[in-house]
């Protein structure tokens, strides 16, 4: 459906399933042996990475879900280079684009007290020593 909608377009789907808050009552047990169809879980892991602006709703019963979003040709937006300030410091992309694997308990204190001593961010800690060396 996503591909053939035009961006700024709603889908909107639904079938059975009973609300997941209620999968472990009896009144979830009574209506599922009823129908069996009852127990599907509606697939918002499905949706695309483009959708946007997602209501996901249960109705008649709480045994039927109903799902809509808005088509977009881009998905999510988010500014993901705007730098935080505090201990951590740095921006959404480097804290996720620049984790430090096998780092020492020791190494990682050692880089924390100093950069709190100096008064800097973790980030601007470590862009310092790397500008240092002239590699």
């Known amino acids: 459906m996503n591909r053939v909608v035009k961006p700024g377009s ?3 789907f639904g079938d059975e399933g009973v609300a997941p808050w209620l999968k472990s009552t ?3 047990k009574m209506v599922i042996a009823n ?6 879980q509606a697939p918002i892991d ?3 990475e483009h959708a946007t ?4 709703s249960w ?3 709480n045994c039927f ?3 809509d979003f808005q088509v977009s040709d881009s998905g ?3 500014n993901v280079d705007i730098m935080h300030k505090g201990r951590r410091g740095g921006s959404m992309r480097t804290r996720y684009l620049g984790q430090l694997e096998g780092v020492t308990e020791q190494s990682k204190k050692f880089v924390l007290e100093d950069a709190a001593k100096r008064g800097i961010s973790v980030h601007e800690w470590l862009e310092s020593v790397i500008n240092e060396k002239k590699y």
Do not use: F, M, S
């Open 46 to 48: 499905l949706l695309p």
């Open 65 to 67: 879900y109903i799902i």
């Open 35 to 40: 129908n069996p169809l009852w127990a599907a």
């Open 53 to 56: 602006d997602v209501h996901i």
């Open 26 to 28: 009896d009144y979830a």
């Open 59 to 61: 109705v008649l019963g």
């Open 10 to 12: 709603r889908v909107v």
């Open 76 to 78: 999510p937006k988010i």
